[in-house]
Nanobody, 120 residues
Framework: QVKLTESGGGSVQAGGSLTLSCTAS??????MAWFRQAPGKEREGVAA????????SYADSVKGRFTIARDNAKNTLYLHMNNLKPEDTAMYYC???????????????WGPGTQVTVSS
């Protein structure tokens, strides 16, 4: 199974921006996604990147603010986050196996994630 490493989290004020990175020795040729989990809440899908045509999909809560991108030359999946809100505070995870059109996955393993904290 591919090993993914998330990075780029941090603490920012509301309205600020962050870019998360997810790296691997080689990104898999599969639909990939970013998920997040806030304290006391269930994990939720945030953004997905299709392996077919580079189509993207977003949760309603982040549409217009977050952009998912993939750089195969750098074997990196990105999540560009703008106009951050306190409710974006969560641990963010990238996954290599989202089922397109859903937020379900074909496995249940998770990396360590990267923490994003947004203060008001």
């Amino acid at each position: 199974q591919v090993k993914l490493t998330e990075s780029g989290g941090g603490s920012v004020q509301a309205g600020g921006s962050l870019t998360l990175s997810c790296t691997a020795s080689k990104l898999p040729d599969r639909h990939m996604a970013w998920f997040r989990q806030a304290p006391g809440k269930e994990r939720e899908g945030v953004a997905a990147f299709s392996s077919i045509g580079g189509i993207t999909s977003y949760a309603d809560s982040v549409k217009g603010r977050f952009t998912i991108a993939r750089d195969n030359a750098k074997n990196t999946l990105y999540l560009h986050m703008n106009n951050l809100k306190p409710e974006d505070t969560a641990m963010y995870y990238c996954v290599p196996d989202v089922i397109w059109g859903t937020w379900r996955r074909s496995s249940n393993s998770w990396g360590p994630g990267t923490q994003v904290t947004v203060s008001s």
